[in-house]
């Protein structure tokens, strides 16, 4: 049994390119593009996008490009390039939803954004002893998967506990998150991501970065990004949780009855879809180059707990 959303439509084809350019060097030259998705393979770059920008791009940084044109794909027979196009589309649509992905698990979300929906919670906070805080916050990980003849996108209910940093002492992989309310929250800076940061410097501004802080922190990373301190927290494994004194309230959140897991699952489909049928997913230059049915959910049968 899957928690699965049925995909109604897709793109019917893909542009490909013969080209030169190395996995590493594409992914540095179209990663910035947020309308083109893309996959590598075999000398031949295949995505859905825009042409243009895509060529000038592979020319100009010095790498061959030779347009083939256009190829019919079966996402079920060529789920090899169409699975990993699809995903980089899906992480740019949940990013725009409220989650964040983690660069290491790439197909594993978590929500940031709201904390309650429809009277379900989706962040939790906990106390330990010392007053100090966690914060759980409720994702899947997230499998498009050909199954009897159709393609899904199976769904596996994940939680992601959240520490706020304290001290001075900057861990290397932050996550950053803004719980506070906010009229510019869709035109915020923060990165929607986890961060892997070499060094961090802290300071103080009034520069009217966010209205609510100007203690600040600059995380030397693949970009230097500039963030309030109080943002900053850090994924809390089995063997702090237990350290600080949360694991027992910890575990009921992590291993919920499949009731809850199924309804967490449905809010997620709510939000997803804005309450309707269907899900849209832009792709490339389309604003539904992907659709699934948002009500085709059958709860997975799990005992064991869904945090490792």
């Not at 947020?34 to 592979?58: I, M, N, Q, W």
């Not at 004194?245 to 699952?265: E, H, P």
Request: proline share 6%; glycine share 4%; with cysteine.
């Amino acid at each position: 049994m899957l928690n699965a959303l049925l995909v109604t439509k897709y793109p019917e084809s893909l542009h490909v390119i013969k080209t030169n350019v190395t996995y590493p060097a594409v992914d540095q030259l179209l990663a910035k593009f947020r309308d083109v998705h893309y996959y590598p393979h075999a000398e031949k770059l295949y995505f859905v996008g825009d042409r243009s920008k895509v060529e000038t791009t592979l020319t100009q940084a010095g790498f061959s490009s030779e347009y083939e044109g256009e190829t019919k794909i079966n996402p079920l027979s060529d789920i090899e390039i169409v699975r990993p196009i699809f995903y980089k589309a899906i992480r740019f649509f949940l990013l725009n939803k409220g989650f964040v992905w983690k660069p290491k698990i790439k197909n594993e979300v978590f929500i940031t954004n709201p904390p309650i929906y429809q009277g379900t919670q989706l962040i939790h906070k906990l106390e330990n002893f010392s007053k100090e805080e966690m914060f759980i916050h409720e994702g899947f990980r997230f499998y498009l998967e050909p199954i009897v003849g159709n393609l899904f996108l199976s769904l596996l209910p994940r939680v992601t506990p959240l520490l706020p940093i304290k001290g001075p002492k900057i861990p290397r992989d932050l996550v950053v998150v803004c719980r506070r309310p906010c009229e510019k929250r869709q035109e915020c800076k923060l990165p929607k991501k986890k961060v892997e940061i070499i060094t961090a410097e802290t300071f103080y501004s009034d520069s009217g970065f966010c209205p609510y802080a100007n203690y600040y922190v600059k995380l030397i990373a693949e970009k230097t990004i500039t963030v309030p301190f109080w943002t900053l927290h850090f994924e809390a494994f089995s063997s702090t949780i237990r350290e600080r004194g949360f694991y027992v309230n910890f575990k009921k959140i992590a291993q919920k009855r499949n009731l809850d897991k199924r309804n967490i699952l449905n809010v997620f489909s709510d939000i997803l879809s804005g309450n309707q049928k269907e899900i849209a997913i832009p792709v490339g230059d389309t604003e539904r180059g992907i659709a699934l049915n948002s009500e085709y959910f059958k709860a997975e049968v799990e005992k064991e707990s869904f945090y490792d």
